[in-house]
């Protein structure tokens, strides 16, 4: 059903708003992705309701499709939802019901991170980080206040650690040190722990200080 509105908000959501449309973003914001692993990263989607929003998304000029390789790609347009997917996780941290034990995936995580960086605490500090899932690993540079992250075959970083979404948002944002994380399984390291100790303090799942509006 479309919005029959002239409103720019409604005609965002007739292009973008169907259910799991911005997840299908999500998943490629940082790298093509062949259908199955799309939807690895979405698992209550099922397959033929995933052809569907690709199918949608590719109509409306968000996503492309190489049909030859099998890669789904996002465009300009489907990368500039980006502040879209982060503002969405900002106004997530100030209502209930959020429960971050459910599934994570690698991409939602990193998008999560880049939020939830509390960027007083990192003005000055310069730390490459290197995040491994398994399925797809990220290397995220520090610097400024300000993090980017980007999708690669192999983390390159001062520090690697590895560990499934959830795992790893147990090491940014849980409460237990990186220390006993690794002690007791949740995660493995390599590198320089000690980077990685400040690193991951640098983080907090909780609404951060916005600038007054005037």
């Known amino acids: 059903m479309r919005y029959d509105e002239g409103c720019l908000a409604a005609h965002a959501l007739n292009l973008i708003g169907d259910r799991w449309a911005l997840l299908v973003v999500r998943e490629l914001m940082f790298a093509p992705k062949r259908f199955q692993m799309i939807r690895a990263g979405m698992p209550g989607i099922t397959a033929s309701v995933l052809t569907g929003r690709l ?22 347009q489907g990368r500039g939802l980006l502040p879209v997917l982060e503002a969405l996780c900002r106004w997530a941290l100030i209502v209930p019901g959020h429960d971050p034990k459910r599934f994570i995936s690698p991409s939602a995580l990193v998008i999560s991170m880049g939020v939830n960086l509390v960027a007083d ?28 992250s980007r999708s690669v075959s192999a983390a ?7 560990g499934n979404g959830n795992q790893l948002a147990a090491a940014a944002y849980g409460k237990l040190p990186l220390d006993e994380l690794i002690a007791n399984g949740t995660v493995s390291a390599e590198g320089d722990l000690d980077a990685a100790r400040k690193f991951l303090a640098l983080f907090r799942l909780a609404p951060q200080s916005q600038p007054a509006v005037a």
Do not use: W
């Open 55 to 76: 199918a949608q998304l590719a109509e409306v000029g968000v996503i492309n499709h190489d049909e030859r390789l099998g890669f789904y790609t996002l465009t300009d």
């Open 121 to 148: 605490l990192a003005s000055g500090d310069e730390i490459t980080a290197g995040l491994d899932f398994g399925s797809e690993a990220f290397e995220l540079h520090l610097a400024n206040g300000s993090l980017h």
């Open 156 to 162: 390159d970083a001062s520090f690697v650690l590895r």
